[in-house]
């Protein structure tokens, strides 16, 4: 067979950089983790679980099966969806004429952007990463005004953009996902006065209870657009709309697919309009378990959620690893969404759907279990009280910083292995747990020879050997490319923001360094000690960098016995660290022997204590925001709004809003 590049020759270039991520099924999902699909907690995706009314089901039965309705599965559906688009204007009080149904809302937004002459379109990060996808697709280059400190949009920074871009294209989402935020009507008021199409994407309008449909009148440059995957419960479906100006709805019509949407979403979607106050009864539900889920998130040791007006909320991780967190939680049943190098700058954040009172009770366990693994008060608060005379905080890297046991370890096991002899991750473990051990190419040849291996090499060939795989090549790289960063850089950022911060490692300099830059960690250390200023216990490398703070009390966070030796032999306070695939029941006796004030848990999120506000107390779970008038009269506490009041007033932010923060709250971790 002929190779690729002889095949895609035949391609457009430019979208060789596209790479598709599928979703994983879930049945695939619970064969991987071991819990059964119906214990799974679905909460990454933004969808109503809920049943669909029993009518919705009949209706699909009836549609695709009778010809009675004039479709069937045998027979091709309405190109010009004369029903369901009389379905829909009817629910926005408009005409037929201004309406154009799609294969969900992702059909309809290809449709406009293909529509378009636009050389051009701004959007606000972050925000739907489709927009840029169909940028890519039709050749129209994204423009990106980044949105406020608060997630709402840059009105004054759009309309600079369009102007200075003669940009004819906007796709805005109201609420934003993933952040929940609305974009109000009299903003959207003054983007329509541009010469510019703006597309208000309201796929979660239905549970913010406001609308820009009400301002079609107004402007013919206003397009809203709209699905039933999220309020109506018709994900697995796809049905979306879009509402605009007649001459712009005939032009997407003719340009739209014939058939893009099929007998089975156009029954089920026009019978959700007709059962729609059956459904806004789960979407009420999915509100209340919103709620319940912000006011525990608040409480939450490592979780900060942000103000949302969706059936979702966006979340700061701090103090731990959103990976980590998410990963927890999928190994116990519960998806949450986590960006990470998809998600630009908001890789420590995850994204919680609204779901079931049960998926909520299985979320709340499993946050609590990630906790109680996760945090030990005993020990937070010991370093709570270390805090009056703490002068600076020192970091041992390995097992601390970077977790290295596919790296440093796996080297040591590795090279043993090339001079015949069999080491296992116990027996580094033991001889770290004695002491004495903190050059990993002396302890590799004691660990030699502890096997009785002959003839017996020497330091030099375990050196080199050790080396080859740590280091890697040109052509393949070394281990130390699985290193992976432990402590949440959040944390990290506001702990260098309060103390002067060193390293102490038994790294050579050349380690060191790629560490700081592969992890970009330079600009948080005021001082560094390595193999080369001295070899732990001794305090000769903990006081050399002490000397550079010039400091003379602080601490040494470190994972061994000869980390604690050397802060103590160098007089300031030596505290434990537990490293990946280390236990409390195990570690925390020989640490403690050796010194430790006390042990922290994998990642060290007990360092919070070492900063000036708990994250529980600064964010208590009762601190809401009277909602505005507009907003409470339409919509009190039970939830959604009903379709019968639903366009007497523009948009506002949802009741459930946090009061503002003080300055310097911590790290934004979005563009």
Same mark, same amino acid.
């Given at each position: 067979?002929?190779? %690729? ?13 596209? /790479? ?48 009675? #309705? ?95 871009? %003669? ?20 903003? /959207? ?25 009400? +301002? ?5 440059? +206003?397009? @809203? ?10 994900? $697995? ?108 700058? +908001? ?7 609204? $779901? ?71 027996? /580094? ?47 393949? =790289?070394?281990? %130390?490319? #699985? ?14 923001? %309060?103390?002067?911060?060193? /390293?102490?490692? $038994? ?16 600009e948080f250390f005021k001082a560094t000690a390595v193999m080369e200023d001295g070899i732990k216990p001794s305090a000769a490398p903990v006081t050399h960098a002490l000397k550079q703070l010039g400091c003379t009390a602080g601490l040494l966070l470190g994972d061994t016995v000869d980390d604690c030796r050397a802060a103590v032999a160098a ?8 490293? =990946? ?40 779970? #009762? ?18 709004? #009903? ?10 932010? @949802? ?17």
């Open positions: 067979m002929a190779g %690729k590049d002889s095949v895609l020759k035949y391609t457009r270039p430019d979208l060789a950089s596209l /790479i598709y991520h599928p979703v994983r099924p879930l049945d695939v999902i619970s064969a991987e983790i071991g819990v059964p699909v119906k214990d799974i907690a679905k909460l990454d995706a933004n969808e109503n679980l809920h049943p669909v009314p029993k009518e919705m089901m009949e209706a699909v039965t009836h549609a695709l099966s009778s010809l009675d #309705s004039g479709c069937s599965a045998q027979i091709y559906p309405d190109p010009t969806q004369t029903n369901f688009r009389a379905d829909i204007a009817k629910l926005h009080g408009l005409q037929p004429s201004q309406v154009v149904a799609g294969s969900g809302s992702d059909d309809i937004l290809d449709i406009i952007m293909r529509l378009t002459c636009a050389d051009s379109c701004i959007i606000c990060p972050p925000t739907f990463g489709m927009y840029k996808f169909l940028g890519a697709l039709t050749k129209i280059k994204i423009i990106e005004v980044p949105r406020k400190p608060n997630f709402e949009v840059d009105v004054e920074g759009v309309v600079a953009a369009v102007r200075a871009h %003669k940009c004819k294209l906007l796709m805005l989402p109201s609420p934003n996902n993933p952040t929940g935020t609305l974009l109000p009507n009299h903003h /959207i008021r003054v983007l329509c006065e541009e010469d510019a199409l703006v597309v208000i994407d309201e796929a979660y309008a239905d549970f913010a209870g406001c609308s820009a449909d009400a +301002l079609l009148g107004e402007f013919s440059n +206003l397009v @809203v657009c709209r699905t039933f995957s999220k309020w109506a419960g018709l994900a $697995g479906l796809r049905a979306g709309y879009a509402l605009g100006h007649p001459a712009l709805i005939e032009r997407m019509l003719a340009i739209k697919q014939p058939y893009n949407v099929n007998v089975a979403a156009e029954a089920m979607a026009r019978a959700a309009l007709a059962h729609r106050e059956a459904i806004l009864v789960t979407v009420r539900s999915l509100l209340a378990e919103r709620d319940k889920t912000i006011a525990f998130l608040h409480a939450y040791r490592f979780t900060r959620p942000h103000p949302t007006a969706s059936n979702f909320v966006l979340c700061d991780v701090e103090g731990a690893d959103a990976a980590a967190l998410h990963l927890f939680l999928r190994s116990k049943g519960v998806l949450v969404r986590y960006f990470g190098t998809q998600g630009g700058q +908001l890789q420590n954040n995850i994204r919680i759907s609204a $779901g079931r009172p049960e998926d909520t009770a299985r979320l709340f366990a499993a946050l609590k279990g990630f906790e109680e693994e996760r945090w030990s008060q005993p020990d937070a608060d010991a370093l709570a009280a270390l805090k009056p005379s703490l002068q600076c905080v020192l970091f041992d890297v390995d097992g601390v910083l970077l977790d290295v046991s596919k790296s440093f370890r796996q080297a040591i096991v590795e090279t043993a292995q090339e001079f015949g002899a069999e080491v296992s991750g116990a027996d /580094i473990s033991a001889a770290k747990a004695r002491g004495g051990a903190n050059n990993d190419w002396s302890l590799t040849l004691a660990l030699i020879e502890a096997k009785r291996v002959s003839p017996l090499p020497s330091l030099q060939q375990v050196t080199a050997a050790f080396e080859r795989r740590y280091q890697g090549s040109a052509e393949a =790289p070394g281990l %130390k490319a #699985s290193e992976k960063l432990l402590l949440a850089r959040p944390l990290l950022a506001k702990l260098a923001n %309060k103390f002067p911060l060193g /390293i102490v490692t $038994g790294r050579p300099r050349k380690d060191l360094d790629f560490a700081l830059d592969a992890f970009n960690l330079r007089g300031i306070t030596a505290v434990g660290v537990l490293a =990946p695939g280390h236990t409390r029941s195990v570690d925390t006796p020989l640490l403690q022997a050796a010194g430790a004030a006390a042990v922290l848990s994998e990642g060290m999120p007990e360092l919070l204590a070492l900063l000036d506000w708990p994250l529980s107390l600064l964010f208590p779970p #009762s601190s809401p925001r009277a909602p505005c008038p507009s907003q409470r009269a339409l919509r009190p506490a039970s939830g959604a709004p #009903s379709s019968s009041t639903r366009r007497t007033h523009s948009c506002c932010y @949802v009741p459930f809003i946090t009061k503002n923060r003080k300055e310097g709250r911590g790290l934004r971790l979005w563009g």
